[in-house]
């Protein structure tokens, strides 16, 4: 509904040339909606996040009867106690953070490098090679044939599969791009005068000044690593070496799942089952987006800001 | 106030020591480019290079945009090769992974001219020439998901897009970095909560009996009594749609909010000088200032229209809406994999990747009359 | 920004460097008991490492196994992918992927191997055995569930019933209830007299779930109703031997007549056709819900054990055979069923087939089986003076605990075992079924209803179970039928129209007009001479194999 507002606002527009006058009354208003919507915006959001975190600290079985919103009913711990009790946590959240950090900075610089040599609008492969990389986010080969050719490749069963298939993906190599073919061409032109190489180019120049889309990047693609479990399953099922924290969350939730709906021991009466799914999924959620939420602040500061060295250009 | 204002400017002074390096290489850059632009530089480069564009008219900003645009012309001769060999020799291993990695499991494709049984394998099993295909395309009950999935994917993408800008818009005219800071971070944490959550609390929003909407509704009068918002086929799609925007409209908003980090700050100082209020200078400068971002990722989203996924669908449906939510990836989960038929999956993935391409080929023909920016 | 690349960079190598070593050292520290692994195509618990029950087995048996389930996958995905890589684990339960496994000539024929085994070749009785082969002769899985030693002990109703609140009945001093219409008359009685729930708020007499597979509580009452045994896709009537579509017959209509006429009455949940599968347990959990048709094992562990928690202790659930009208014989309990359609397999990946073999065997002894289902003696559970076995508070709070089981107790769930009683004679086969373990935690509500039917137990609610009939079930077949036939593709269509058009014939204000419209549909869109006749050949085929032919 955000920019229905908008439309009314736009008789500003017949310009007023007082611009000494610092409150412009048009420009209160033009806050106070804004404050509105976003406050709106900020509650609508909250409430999700409030209402897992509730139900990740409230008892499995009383969650079951619904009606918890913002504070749990029944508090317990046995939610997160079952998460941390996961197996080979430890091995699973190491696995994560190496594939999320490998992956975000060797993807992030090998994508980066061939969106500079795409944004170069002579370059004569410049359409043949975008064309080349659209098409694969539009084409998918299936599963059985794509895992035959990882195992001909050696990368079942190893860590690398988590690391080698998705290297170069066009999505941020498109943004990248534009980013990139957004900035003046004289940059690059003028120091090729001075006899510079594109790699040099790309390395001094391009990188700094495109930190705040580089952050953007690193965060998909680290996201993305992070809450990948599918390749773990197809690829390295059996190998406890190679698990992940999300395949073995994905595992305990189905175990649990398993567990309350076919029984196993029954006749048990006041001593009911002790997690259920949704409250174990409750606090798997909690757990796993914690270090994201945690890393996010620290690459938000390069694009929640216009950039400063903006006056530098031409 | 003053708290903020030193707040702000304190940080922007760790910005500034920060990017003191990249600073440098800059300005001696920009020393040369300067003198380099006195003997050639006549074409413009970049969306925010001119002030005036503010103010322009539309006519006028349309022909500096097809210019802009314009595919430089660069022959494929031998020379240019030659002048070109390190861009081509740092494209070479990129392309030989594209073909290795996404190209060559596309021989999986011949699954659909088969009756595939993986214990026959590829080479193995019987041909059936299009057979499949003809089964696919003769099913009432495919076109009909491939409507809904069309209908739902063209929903979510104008909904999304809408939201997620107008979101980036507004939230960059929030001055104090504290608040900033702290609706972007809430805003995109839904992103990370799975669809059953999602679904779970829409279904307790919209519930007939304790439904906070519901209350709203029959509260103002707007109903007389509440309204079981799942038996509404011409409802679903909308709900489908929103419980999206819900959920990712934060979290798609980043990408914007990088790209207006490429905004020229002159071009807020000519707007203002003209006169421009905040609204102005949001319509009038952030908005075409990340217009090649919104283009490029509209063409993307274009040719993903009909991965509207089934997750949600799935979690919101019932038998009275059945007809309009099931979608081709529903259908296939049902009739392929259910059914253990590969061949048929993967037919009609070979169908949703046809359908993507032409309309990506559209869109891109479409913004190149345009003359916006285009994939390739 | 250069620093902190290169740093990365360098963790990068060295990572990898780790990885590749860590996988390099993967084979050294062999121990002196075998290891097996071992795949199951349904989802369930990993054990951990050092397992105490586990631990003991192998001590005895000299084997390990390490079980890995399925994850949010279908099984034939799985199955199509590892018979594609020909990368196998030594055993399989491959559950709906058994077909693919077979044909892929991935599984070793048991029966080639048995000879030394007589634990496994008296496992089963030669006809038992005979369904079980596949077409060229052979037996590549052998069923785990359904073998019963003695007799069957179990106190739980697991399958479908028409469940009512004790309260319910207690109100109307347990009256008997056997016909639709008494069900629904004491329903519509009870909420009359009381309308509010101990929270306040409104009692919902009667829901359905709808929720895509699970709409069979929508769906399946007329084959019960009928006073046909859970056969599941059609009645086969036992006189002729003849296969009988259930949703079009007279006591179908009447069916879903007198749904439609309570549904107007306001007795039924209006968002019923709506509801999620959560939604339907929450509804349950709260004890607002005073009857429901459903499968026990599908509302039980979960939503049963809320009411208790919760203190409601007049509002738990006991069966009720409910029939079309009086004089037909319900049949809700059925005797455990020999499921021969999969089971435990020993791939072609095995190196050791008469290690696995012997293990299997081992599996079946007493000592063993007590360890799998009870657990470690004096740990898990204790033994009086006659021999019986009993759990203290403790140990039953443990035996539910699932980061406890997952240290200590170790099922082998899917190998094959003895249910009903042990071979010794005295015990059951598994805690949940001993009567002192289930006396004890039985409500006292629960007890007085039961006694004023007669009734000690659950089971005891309902007509005894029938020895089954030699093509019984026939889910097992209509579960395993996929498009690629035209009764399957008409079975598969059934299931859509009905999952539409059901929930409008209980709504509908016109009933005969909507049910018109809903046979119109039903018999255009679904070629159901096709379905019944592929049917009809597996009742025949099923009925000569027992015979022997």
Redesign the interface.
């Known amino acids: 509904m ?2 229905i507002e ?1 439309q009314p ?2 008789e ?2 017949p ?5 000494f006058k610092k409150a ?1 009354p ?2 209160v208003i ?2 106070l909606i ?1 404050t509105l ?2 406050s709106f ?2 509650a ?6 409030l ?2 975190l509730a139900v990740s600290f409230n008892d499995g ?2 969650a ?4 918890i919103y913002l504070w749990p009913r029944v508090i317990s711990f046995k939610n997160y ?2 998460v941390f ?1 996961t ?1 080979n946590l430890v091995i699973g959240a190491r696995n994560s953070v ?1 594939r999320t ?2 992956s975000a ?2 993807h992030l ?1 090998v994508t980066a ?2 969106s500079y ?1 795409l944004s ?6 410049r ?23 990882f ?1 001909e ?1 050696q990368l ?5 599969v988590y690391i ?2 998705g ?2 993906s066009a ?1 941020n190599l ?2 990248l791009r ?2 990139m ?7 690059r ?3 090729q ?2 006899g510079a ?3 040099t180019i790309f ?3 391009y ?3 495109c ?3 580089f ?2 990047i690193a ?1 998909f693609i680290a ?1 993305y690593h992070w ?1 990948a479990w599918f390749d773990n ?2 690829y390295n ?3 406890t ?1 190679l698990t992940t924290l999300q ?1 073995e969350l ?2 305990l939730l ?23 799914p ?1 409250s174990i ?2 606090a798997a ?1 909690i757990v ?2 914690m270090p ?2 945690i890393l ?2 620290f690459l ?15 | 106030m003053t708290d903020n204002h030193k707040q702000n400017l304190s940080d922007q002074d760790e910005r500034l020591a920060e990017e003191n390096a990249a600073k440098k290489t800059l300005a001696s850059i920009k020393r040369r480019e300067l003198a380099y632009s006195k003997s050639s530089q006549k074409t413009s480069s970049g969306p925010n290079s001119d002030k005036s564009t503010a103010l322009m008219s539309r006519k006028d900003k349309r022909k500096l945009r097809s210019e802009r645009n314009a595919e430089p012309k660069v022959e494929l001769s031998r020379r240019t090769m030659l002048r070109q060999r390190e861009l081509i020799l740092i494209t070479i291993p990129f392309v030989l992974y594209g073909i290795l990695f996404y190209y060559i499991p596309l021989g999986g494709w011949v699954m659909a001219f088969q009756k595939y049984k993986p214990q026959d394998g590829l080479l193995g099993s019987q041909w059936v020439g299009l057979d499949v295909f003809k089964h696919l395309f003769s099913e009432a009950s495919f076109r009909l998901v491939f409507r809904n999935t069309l209908a739902m994917g063209i929903i979510n993408l104008i909904l999304s897009f809408v939201f997620a800008i107008g979101f980036a818009l507004l939230l960059n005219e929030v001055r104090l970095r504290a608040p900033k800071r702290f609706v972007q971070t809430v805003s995109y944490l839904p992103h990370f909560l799975s669809w059953i959550i999602v679904v779970g609390i829409v279904r307790d929003m919209l519930s007939v009996e304790h439904g906070i909407i519901n209350q709203i509704l029959v509260g103002i009068g707007i109903f007389d009594k509440p309204l079981n918002f799942f038996s509404k086929p011409n409802l679903f799609w909308w709900i489908v749609g929103f419980s999206n925007v819900w959920k990712e409209t934060g979290w798609n908003s980043i990408i914007y909010l990088a790209a207006i980090t490429a905004i020229n700050p002159e071009m807020y100082e000519a707007a203002a000088l003209d006169g421009a209020g905040r609204f102005g200078k949001m319509w009038h400068v952030t908005l075409p200032g990340i217009k090649p971002t919104i283009f490029i990722l509209l063409l993307i989203n274009v040719g993903n229209v009909l991965n509207v996924g089934f997750e949600v669908q799935y979690l919101l449906t019932n038998g009275i809406v059945k007809s309009v939510s099931e979608t081709i990836d529903i259908w296939v989960l049902y009739w392929g994999i259910g059914q253990g038929d590969f061949s048929l999956g993967t037919a009609a993935g070979i169908f949703k990747s046809i359908v993507s391409i032409i309309l990506i080929y559209l869109a891109n023909a479409t913004a190149k009359a345009a003359g916006e920016e285009r994939l390739f | 920004m250069k620093k902190t690349f290169t740093r990365l960079m360098a963790l990068l190598i060295a990572t990898t460097m780790i990885c590749g070593l860590m996988a390099a050292c993967d084979g050294i520290g062999q121990k002196k008991v075998k290891t097996f692994d071992m795949f199951i195509a349904m989802p369930g618990t990993e054990l951990n490492d050092g397992n105490k029950a586990q631990e003991e087995i192998a001590k005895i048996t000299g084997v390990k196994v390490k079980e890995t389930w399925l994850v949010s996958q279908s099984a034939e995905e799985a199955i199509g992918v590892m018979t594609a890589s020909k990368d196998f684990p030594d055993f399989i339960e491959a559950s709906d992927g058994y077909q693919i496994m077979v044909d892929a000539g991935a599984l070793i024929a048991i029966d080639e191997y048995w000879d030394k085994y007589p634990n496994i070749k008296n496992y089963l009785s030669e006809e038992e055995w005979n369904m079980c082969r596949k077409a060229d002769g052979h037996i590549y899985a052998i069923p785990q569930f359904g073998i019963v030693n003695e007799r069957d002990v179990s106190p739980i109703h697991g399958d479908e019933a028409w469940w009512i609140q004790t309260r319910v009945l207690k109100w109307a001093g347990y009256p008997k209830v056997e016909t639709i219409d008494e069900f629904f008359k004491l329903i519509e009685d009870y909420t009359a007299a009381n309308p509010k729930h101990s929270d306040g708020t409104n009692v919902i007499p009667y829901t359905i779930l709808c929720d895509d597979w699970r709409y069979f509580c929508l769906e399946n009452p007329p084959l019960f109703l009928s006073g046909s045994p859970n056969d599941g896709s059609v009645i086969v009537d036992p006189e002729t031997r003849k296969v009988v579509d259930y949703n079009t017959t007279p006591i179908a209509k009447m069916y879903f007549n007198k749904l439609n006429e309570v549904f107007k009455k306001g007795l039924i949940d209006p968002e019923f056709f709506s509801q999620s599968y959560d939604e339907y347990i929450a509804k349950i959990s709260t004890g607002r819900v005073l009857g429901f048709v459903d499968q026990f094992w599908n509302w039980g562990y979960t939503a049963q054990d809320a009411i208790k928690a919760a203190g409601l202790t007049d509002c738990t659930y006991v069966p009720l055979g409910i029939v079309a009208e009086t004089g037909i014989e319900e049949q809700y309990h059925n005797a455990p069923v020999l499921d021969v359609s999969g089971g435990l397999s020993i791939t072609t990946g095995c190196k050791d087939i008469p290690g696995a073999m012997k293990f299997i065997s081992d599996l079946l002894t007493q000592e063993v089986l007590t360890l799998r289902f009870w657990g470690v003696k004096d740990v898990d559970y204790k033994v009086d003076e006659n021999g019986m076995f009993y759990r203290t508070p403790e140990m039953r709070a443990s035996a539910i605990d699932a980061n406890y089981k997952a240290d200590n107790l170790c099922p082998y769930a899917y190998f094959p075992q003895y249910q009903g009683m042990n071979l010794d004679g005295k015990n059951a086969w598994r805690p949940d079924n001993q009567p002192s373990e289930f006396f004890e935690d039985l409500l006292p509500e629960v007890k007085e209803c039961l006694a004023a039917y007669g009734a000690e137990t659950y089971v005891e609610m309902l007509n005894p179970s029938k020895p089954n009939q030699p093509w019984f079930p026939m889910w097992s077949f209509s579960n395993d039928l996929t498009t690629a036939t035209p009764g399957g593709l008409a079975w598969a269509t059934m299931s859509e129209v009905k999952h539409e058009y059901l929930p409008r014939v209980v709504m509908a204000d016109d009933f005969d007009a909507e049910w018109t419209e809903y046979l119109k549909i039903y018999y255009e869109r679904c070629d159901i001479d096709a379905f019944l006749a592929e049917m009809q050949a597996e009742v025949d085929r099923r009925i000569a194999v027992a015979e022997g032919k």
């Open positions: 955000q920019n908008l606002k736009t500003i527009m310009m007023k040339k007082n611009r412009n048009a420009d033009f806050v804004n919507i976003l915006t900020v609508i959001t909250l409430y999700p996040i209402n897992t079985l009383d079951l009867r619904g009606g106690e079952t009790n197996k190496l950090a490998i900075v060797l610089s490098l061939l040599v170069i609008k002579e370059f004569v492969f359409k043949p090679v975008s064309l080349f990389f659209v098409l694969t986010m539009y084409v998918n080969a299936g599963l059985i044939p794509t895992f035959l050719l195992r490749l079942t069963n190893s860590f690398m080698v298939p290297i170069v999505f498109l943004v534009t980013y073919s957004s900035l003046p061409d004289s940059l032109e003028s120091a005068i001075d190489n594109h790699l390395w001094k120049i990188v700094p000044i930190k705040p889309v952050a953007t965060l996201v809450s399953m197809i099922p059996r190998n070496n395949y994905m595992k189905s175990s649990v799942t398993s567990q309350t709906s076919s029984g196993g021991a029954y006749g048990r009466g006041s001593q009911p089952v002790a997690v259920t949704n999924r409750a959620t796993t987006s994201i939420v996010y602040p938000q500061r390069y694009f929640i800001t216009g950039l400063t060295i903006g006056g530098v250009k031409e």
